[in-house]
DNA sequence: GGTATAACCGACTAATCGAGTAGGATTTAG
DNA sequence: CTAAATCCTACTCGATTAGTCGGTTATACC
């Protein structure tokens, strides 16, 4: 696997902050219900975009997170990060200052190392995708709020 | 980290049967040492390159492992699937028979799954670079065998 | 000021997976 | 027969994931 759900939890937590019209905070408990998600798990993840800061908290009563750029300045590269770490495709892959990759093989005399063509593709492409998609994009996939309390509440 | 050394492990194994010349097997200890890692280790890794019908083996003695194809016909992704398993960014995702992506979040009746939209686009990112990628692309790559035997064999 | 609400923080746990070891059984060339 | 190899199973050790739990701090509202 790929990623792990903390990826995909905090994702769905970003969607879910994005989706919302008005500038008010929204609770993570709110969030944890309309996601089912554990709230004490979500937040440990919402912390780790906080420290990013892709997201920005209130406390105190009627407090909770909103993002801290509009949706379509926040690229999912950046909300992946935050929430799994460098996106290297492996262990041996550290980023170099100016964009370079390098490889730890590399630096024992031994021969060029044979994996880094292929590595070096695959993170270009994860890179491309996840830089290439902008919460709005998934704001909008995932459409407006289907309101689970117009048939919830009242149960 | 998107994959682990079984990934790695096993593509520069690969590499290393496809830069043999010759048609003879090649023994997995001369591979453990060429590329300085574990044997017994290598063995386990091996062994899913053949369920996978990418290397065949030869049993006793002079026996060894030998590409299964011309390199050329090797795609990465048929490497990796093997070692790593399959490539899904996300433990929700099922790949459906004809080529398409189920996210299991969406059985249940809940809203169409937010992340699906990402997902979708890092794993053709991924499978396109794996799959435009043959292992003749890294043998080629990788160069001829510097010898080191020549230097250390003496030493 | 008190209280409910909610963010914040750190420690702990169970299960899984990765990485590697160990030991033996089987096959085959010489 | 024996040495060289594949093959196979089981085991260990550590790290990571996916949580839980308890408590502390901040704040809106009455």
Redesign the interface.
């Given at each position: 696997?790929?990623?792990?759900?903390k990826?995909?939890y905090g994702?769905?937590l970003m969607?879910e902050l994005g989706r919302q019209p008005g500038s008010e905070p929204v609770a993570l408990s709110a969030v944890a219900e309309a996601e089912?998600l554990p709230l004490s798990y979500l937040e440990h993840l919402v912390a780790k975009l906080r420290n990013a800061g892709l997201v920005t908290s209130t406390r105190g009563a009627h407090g909770g997170y909103q993002l801290a750029r509009p949706a379509t300045e926040i690229s999912?590269d950046q909300v992946v990060e935050a929430l799994e770490g460098q996106?290297?495709?492996?262990?041996?892959f550290h980023e170099a200052p100016e964009g370079k990759v390098l490889c730890s093989h590399e630096t024992d005399g031994?021969?060029?190392c044979?994996?880094?063509?292929?590595?070096t593709?695959?993170?270009?492409?994860?890179t491309?995708?996840?830089a290439?998609?902008s919460l709005a994009?998934?704001?909008e996939?995932?459409?407006p709020?289907?309101r689970k309390e117009s048939v919830g509440s009242a149960a």
């Open positions: 696997m790929l990623f792990s759900t990826a995909e994702v769905r969607v089912r999912m996106i290297a495709p492996m262990e041996c031994y021969d060029a044979a994996t880094k063509l292929l590595w593709r695959v993170q270009g492409g994860v491309k995708a996840l290439g998609t994009d998934l704001v996939f995932a459409g709020h289907e």
